[in-house]
Nanobody, 115 residues
């Protein structure tokens, strides 16, 4: 199994910044992907950014140029630096780990951006 521990959410004014962290532990496989998704009430969970063990990175268009995902080895910690935050970025952000066998989610951390 894989455990994911998230931190870093909170309340920030529009234009501000936050950094989310997600530490993975347990049965980490060498080939995997980690990333961040977000969800607001009544909507499906959407991909925000992902990074693979091969170094591939993907962002949803709405955060390109504002958010940066990075990963620290060998701690298997993934970060999401969020700059120029907008009220529409308000959501619960979930860390995700996936390999060829398993798909794990963190408990979620609330990000609220006030206008």
């Amino acid at each position: 199994q894989v455990q994911l521990v998230e931190s870093g959410g909170g309340l920030v004014q529009a234009g501000g910044s936050l950094r989310l962290s997600c530490a993975a532990s347990g049965s980490i496989r060498s080939i995997n992907a980690m990333g961040w998704y977000r969800q607001t009430p009544g909507k499906q969970r959407e991909l925000v950014a992902t990074t693979t063990s091969a170094g591939n990175i993907n962002y949803v268009d709405s955060v390109k140029g504002r958010f940066t995902i990075s990963r620290e080895y060998p701690k298997n910690t993934v970060y999401l630096q969020m700059n120029s935050l907008k009220p529409e970025d308000t959501a619960v952000y979930y860390c995700n780990y996936v390999d060829n066998s398993y798909n794990y989610w963190g408990q979620g951390t609330q990000v609220t951006v006030s206008s």
